[in-house]
């Protein structure tokens, strides 16, 4: 069984810092569309961040949808030989924690959805490699693919890779160390009304 990391509502996202001397976005233009011009983030330049309202969990969302965790999370996964992520250093920028925070990169994957998932590429873009996939189909969310699956306990697919897979083992780890700051959803409660 597989779940799904949510934000909590209850601890507010951290923001990337406005500093000149951070630029975590690489810009792509598209040589034949101007629209499909965008940022997309670079992995390895590590996160500056501002932290606007105090209350913080264990795991800390930004409002880019990265995941940061603390030295006591970090700790934890390790001492479980957790697999499927490395951390990367946070700079906090206006304030001093007692600890340290790390971004989650997720290094798992079990590649593309199940077919049955029935997301599709809606549109390709041949000049700057824009691709926009149907949305997650309300109902039925995301069929993680086994066969396709690395075995890793963190995992991401192809098509959604913002969205943090999890095994039974992490959300185990997280009940009982009663980490705060997430939420775990079923992959198959994903999704949005067609519109
Ligand atoms: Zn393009």
């Known amino acids: 069984m597989f779940y799904e990391l949510e934000k909590d509502d209850k601890y507010p996202s951290v923001w990337y810092s406005d500093s000149d001397d951070f630029d975590p976005f690489i810009s792509i233009k598209c040589p034949k569309y101007p629209g499909h011009q965008r940022g ?5 330049v590590n996160l500056w961040i501002d932290i606007k309202k105090p209350k913080m969990g264990d795991f800390v969302s930004t409002v880019y949808s990265d995941w940061l965790i603390t030295d006591h999370v970090a700790e934890i996964f390790k001492a479980n030989n957790l697999t499927g992520y490395r ?8 304030k001093k ?14 590649g593309k959805a199940h077919p049955d998932s029935g997301i599709y590429v809606k549109e390709h873009c041949e000049y700057c ?4 996939y149907s949305p997650i189909k309300k109902g039925i969310g995301i069929i993680v693919d086994e066969a396709r699956w690395d075995g890793s306990d963190f995992f991401t697919i192809t098509e959604y890779y913002k ?17 705060r700051g997430v939420r775990l959803v079923w992959p198959s409660e994903l999704g949005f009304d067609e519109s």
Request: charged share 25%; with cysteine; net charge negative.
């Open 163 to 179: 969205y943090v897979f999890i095994t039974e083992k992490v959300k185990k780890i997280i009940e009982e160390n009663n980490l």
């Open 129 to 132: 490699g824009s691709m926009i």
């Open 87 to 94: 951390l990367q250093p946070v700079k906090v920028c206006n």
């Open 40 to 44: 997309v983030r670079d992995i390895n």
């Open 97 to 110: 924690l007692d600890f340290n925070l790390w971004e989650l990169i997720i290094t798992g994957s079990a």
